[in-house]
């Protein structure tokens, strides 16, 4: 915190000179996204200004315990004509993550760029990117304590919404002591630690569950028992009833194979393309992998869309994954 | 830890008057159990104490990593000639707990008594039962703390163990601001905290998703949505290649299912004989479901052996829930 306490300072300015505020997180948002944008809010609610809040894409139907969340306007449902001066971007690496947001920023609109992840390009006028935060929520939490706002129920429910949901429930290397230490008061506050891990992290829907069986029973493993992976097309997904965000956390089984250095999730898009999720157990760079067909990502979870039939793409990226062996 | 002040100073006193100890916990140690043998062990160390550890029941092989490990003896395969006077008990919430281990206590032993079961009928001559305690380990930092002994890489792995297991990777409603916080100070001593999350909670061999996925193939619904349940048996466990502590986590997949109230695994023992493990959100006390099979348990979890054959336990349990419902 003291390394960043002039842009803490520049913020604490900006958001009590000014009033009429755009809070922006990125498109399709995830915990950390909303419950960053919320976070914001409560701050402004705080010191009694206005604001809107707005994302490109609906927010997780599981999140809606979260105080204020009906308020955030899905911009790709409905439209807004008002423009706004003053802006706040939560989460968003680059601009181009706040997706149709940017369309009711004004021309001279000052942006506040508050955020994570280390490629973050310092898009805005004032820039607090804080890249060893765990999550976005972990700097709005120092903010807040630099602001001096006491926290309430509501706030800490959102802080605990986003460090749960961007640490994997405390289990990602971004598990720093200080997340742990915030998770800590965060509870103080009545936050139901468990009641939230197990909406968040653990409950699945019956066609989700039936999903994963699917795709489980049909879990492959090379012969040197490193490489593991399971597949998924649209037939799987009409007869168990599943819906695109269901496909999340299938890649983890076949990673999670004691033995596994890299995990894959090939989803069939169409004859002639395939969706892969790539994970590493730490050994191989999948972002390498992903790179070499055209995606990206991250040293152990990484993605790309690859033209081609399934059995020859299957055959090409494990190609390319035992290269890296 | 102010309201166990006087337990303490007595549990100092013993420890550092006395010599040649005997730790001991629980028949098939957990991650609890283990970690809290380990860090006395290390307390009885950093005071140049003698000391021998022992279990009935081997430890879970996936805590192999933890300092000394191999030094706790599992007496159902290696009986000792010994007797001991000075024994301190750990996570054992009554003496059968201890199972073959008094054997080798003398008739006049003296029994320090640590554990965090609120059913703990204090057997000891010296009782620190602290029940809001989320595992042993917890008690045993603030014992630590207490003594202030300074806290190492080795001893604060194995603190990090037992929190780990005995929360579900602070999942479980027993995790309090208190746990989190004890975490983040073990943090700081450079515990892998992600890489033990990874190890003890994620990871599975592939007997074991086999299983998983042979389970979940014959999972069961009822149809108002709040009962699901499978079912496995030898010939599973056979075809799979998986062992007996693979079972454990299958019944969180059905309790998991969105709407589920009541989570059910039966487990064939014989043509005439099945094992129920019960899982509840919360509204079923599952222990009176399993009470009235002649088992036992917690509020949300909750087991019991039945004689008689698969479909008919399935039935009668299905009925026992239902009345509950």
């Known amino acids: 915190m003291q390394t960043n306490e002039q842009e803490f300072r520049q913020i604490e300015q900006f958001l009590t000179e000014r009033d009429d505020f755009l809070v922006v997180s990125h498109v399709q948002p995830d915990g950390d996204a909303v419950s960053s944008t919320l976070a914001v809010g409560w701050l402004l609610s705080?010191?009694?200004?206005?604001?809107?809040?707005?994302?490109?894409?609906p927010i997780?139907?599981?999140?809606?315990?979260?105080?204020?969340?009906?308020?955030?306007?899905?911009?790709?449902?409905t439209p807004l004509?008002?423009?706004?001066?003053?802006?706040?971007?939560?989460?968003?690496a680059d601009f181009k993550r706040v997706g149709k947001s940017h369309?009711?920023?004004?021309?001279?609109?000052?942006?506040?760029?508050?955020?994570?992840?280390?490629?973050?390009?310092?898009?805005?006028?004032?820039?607090?990117?804080?890249?060893n935060a765990a999550a976005t929520v972990e700097i709005l939490f120092d903010l807040i304590q630099y602001m001096n706002k006491p926290l309430d129920h509501d706030v800490a429910t959102a802080l605990y919404t986003g460090l749960l949901t961007d640490t994997g429930g405390f289990r990602y290397s971004s598990t720093s002591p200080k997340v742990m230490a915030i998770a800590s008061r965060l509870l103080e506050y009545?936050?139901?630690g468990p009641g939230l891990s197990e909406k968040l992290l653990e409950q699945m829907t019956l066609p989700q569950l039936r999903l994963l069986t699917k795709a489980l029973n049909g879990l492959q493993i090379s012969e040197d028992g490193k490489?593991?992976?399971?597949?998924?097309?649209?037939?799987d997904m009409r007869l168990t009833g599943a819906i695109h965000e269901d496909l999340e956390g299938i890649v983890n089984y076949p990673r999670n194979?004691?033995?596994?250095?890299?995990?894959?999730?090939?989803?069939?898009?169409?004859?002639?393309a395939v969706k892969v999720s790539l994970r590493s157990a730490g050994k191989v760079d999948v972002a390498r992998v992903a790179q070499s067909f055209g995606g990206g990502?991250?040293?152990?979870?990484a993605g790309a869309r690859i033209e081609g039939t399934l059995d020859e793409i299957v055959l090409h990226v494990l190609e390319q994954v035992k290269a890296q062996l």
């Open 81 to 92: 004509q008002s423009k706004y001066k003053n802006v706040i971007c939560v989460d968003c």
């Open 257 to 272: 194979i004691q033995g596994v250095e890299v995990g894959l999730l090939f989803k069939v898009i169409n004859e002639n």
């Open 190 to 192: 009545g936050v139901d």
């Open 103 to 131: 369309l009711i920023f004004t021309d001279d609109a000052r942006i506040v760029n508050i955020d994570h992840h280390p490629t973050n390009d310092a898009y805005g006028a004032i820039n607090l990117i804080v890249s």
């Open 60 to 77: 997780p139907r599981r999140m809606s315990y979260l105080w204020h969340s009906e308020q955030i306007v899905d911009l790709s449902e």
């Open 227 to 235: 490489i593991s992976w399971v597949t998924v097309d649209d037939e």
């Open 297 to 301: 990502g991250h040293i152990r979870a």
């Open 46 to 57: 705080c010191l009694g200004k206005n604001y809107t809040m707005v994302n490109e894409g």
